[in-house]
C-alpha cells in the first residue's frame, strides 16, 4: 500500500540536466573532442539558442499552469490538481521536453561532443527515474481520470 502523497523521483529533473551539463563540461575539459569548447559557428550559435529559447517556453509556461492551478510542479511534494490543459492537451511532460531541448540547445552552443553523448544517459534516467515514478503516483492519485488520460495524451510527442 502507498504512504507517500508525492512522487518519488530518483533525482529532481533540474539537478539531474545541470549534473549532466556539469560533467560534460568537465570530460570535455579532461578529454576533449570535436571543435573545443564554445566554439560554435554562427549557425551552430543561432540553432542552439533558438532550441533554449524554445526549450525555456516549453518548460516555464506549463509550469505557470501548474501554478495557476493551484498544485506544485516539484517532483517530491504533492500534487492536488490533474492539470490537462494548454501544452498538456499534447503531451504529458512538456517541462521536460523543454528541459532537453535547453540541455540539446546548450550542447550546441557549447560544441561538446561529451555533452551531447551524455543526453542518452540522461534522457533514460529522466524516462525511468522521473517520469514512470511520476505517472504511477498519479494513477494511484487520481485513478481513472488520469488513465483515462493517459490513453489520450501521449507521453512524449
Known amino acids: 500500500m502507498r504512504t507517500k502523497d ?65 498544485t506544485s510542479v516539484v517532483p517530491g511534494e504533492p500534487s492536488t490538481v490533474l492539470v490537462k490543459e494548454g501544452a ?17 540547445g546548450l550542447c550546441l552552443v557549447l560544441t561538446s561532443i561529451w555533452m551531447l553523448l551524455l543526453l542518452v544517459p540522461t534522457a533514460i534516467v529522466l524516462h525511468l527515474g522521473v517520469v514512470k515514478r511520476e505517472e504511477d503516483y498519479l494513477s494511484w492519485k487520481f485513478g481513472d481520470a488520469y488513465r483515462s488520460y493517459m490513453n489520450q495524451v501521449p507521453r512524449w510527442l
Not at 24 to 46: D, E, H, K, R, S
Not at 88 to 104: D, E, S
Request: charged share 10%; glycine share 12%.
Open 6 to 70: 508525492y512522487a518519488d523521483v530518483a533525482i529532481k529533473p533540474p539537478i539531474l540536466f545541470l549534473g549532466a551539463l556539469l560533467l560534460g563540461y568537465v570530460l570535455t575539459l579532461w578529454f576533449p573532442i570535436g571543435p573545443g569548447l564554445a566554439q560554435p559557428n554562427g549557425l551552430g550559435l543561432t540553432v542552439g539558442l533558438v532550441f533554449v529559447v524554445v526549450g525555456f517556453v516549453l518548460a516555464v509556461f506549463p509550469a505557470r499552469r501548474f501554478r495557476k492551478a493551484g
Open 88 to 104: 498538456y492537451k499534447v503531451t504529458r511532460n512538456p517541462i521536460y521536453i523543454g528541459l532537453i531541448l535547453i540541455y540539446f
